[in-house]
């Protein structure tokens, strides 16, 4: 049984989408074009929230739900679906003082012990790692939260470009259409890779493994005034490699401290910053100039184009193309 576990203001794109996955998933194999000996009964689904009450979704819909989340075991999925309204640090942030958020949190502790599969989508990760169940794990959550959600939980590790992040039965995801990825994750864990790979061909969804290409450096920028300073002296020297220690004497702190704001403040490491930065302007001059991947490379730091292909192809999820 999958379960989809609704608050006040949720996505209504990203409960939908997952409605739709599950179905897919379902018909697929009632219709036997996939196979899955016993994995038919694990596709059932509901839609419940903390009270068993109807919900008002982000837009103002009421959102009706089959009952309140109760008793789940090794064989149920519980997933989350984010807030529309909570696509702000801000919102965020109040979302964890919420007393269903904090009763779900309770909820969810329980039926992760008995061995159920959790998943959660955007803000609704912010739920998760408040009830514990992050604590000591990887995960990721909606790029533009990943600073709010690093400050909060210091003890998550947090894979900021991942679309989903599986770690030991507890699955997260991006923003609101990253539930899609979620989903197909859930029917990959919970019946077969095989059968989440055929419904994301008939839903004609793209393989999308990192969340990369849509990031926005100017959304990320930490209010912290050394991180700002090591920014503007990374775009300023791009073209030539940096060591650790003139990025930390950029930030007029030391190598250590340094790696502890960055993790802090852009849930990343002086390395991944740099690298971010590189791709940042790579991305740039490919969408806006003629100038071949080659000399691209060359212009953020690269003289090997094959190193270059690959750190973009991880930070962008896609290999670098100029334009034609």
Not at 21 to 33: M, S
């Amino acid at each position: 049984m999958i379960t989809h576990l609704v608050f006040d203001g949720v996505a209504e794109g990203s409960l939908g989408v997952g409605l739709d996955v599950v179905h897919t998933a379902a018909r697929l194999l009632d219709l036997k074009l996939a196979k899955a000996p016993q994995g038919r009964a694990l596709l059932e689904q509901r839609v419940v929230s903390v009270d068993g009450r109807p919900v008002r979704s982000g837009t103002g819909r009421s959102i009706a739900v089959d009952g309140a989340l109760g008793r789940l075991g090794p064989n149920d999925a519980l997933v989350v679906p984010g807030l529309s309204g909570a696509a702000t640090p801000g919102a965020a942030q109040r979302l964890l003082s919420r007393a269903d958020a904090v009763a779900a949190g309770t909820l969810l502790a329980r039926a992760a012990a008995r061995g159920a599969l959790i998943a959660a989508s955007c803000s609704a990760t912010f739920v998760l790692a408040r009830a514990g169940l992050l604590a000591g794990r990887s995960a990721t959550t909606t790029w533009w939260l990943v600073p709010t959600f690093a400050q909060h939980f210091p003890q998550v590790t947090v894979c900021s470009d991942r679309m989903v992040v599986d770690s030991d039965g507890v699955l997260t995801a991006g923003s609101a259409f990253a539930h899609a990825d979620l989903m197909l994750a859930v029917v990959a864990r919970l019946v077969s890779p095989s059968l989440a790979h055929l419904v994301a061909k008939y839903l004609v969804l793209d393989e999308r493994p990192s969340q990369a290409r849509y990031m926005v450096m100017e959304h990320l920028r930490s209010a912290d005034p050394s991180l700002r300073a090591l920014e503007r002296f990374v775009a300023a020297n791009l073209d030539r490699q940096l060591s650790v220690d003139e990025l930390a004497h950029a930030a007029a702190t030391s190598p250590r401290t340094l790696a502890r704001r960055l993790k802090s403040g852009l849930g990343m490491t002086p390395s991944q910053f740099v690298q971010r930065l590189r791709v940042a302007q790579a991305s740039h001059l490919l969408e806006t100039t003629r100038v071949p991947v080659e000399e691209v490379a060359a212009q953020v730091g690269y003289a090997d184009a094959a190193a270059f292909r690959r750190v973009y192809r991880r930070y962008a999820g896609q290999a670098p193309r100029g334009r034609a």
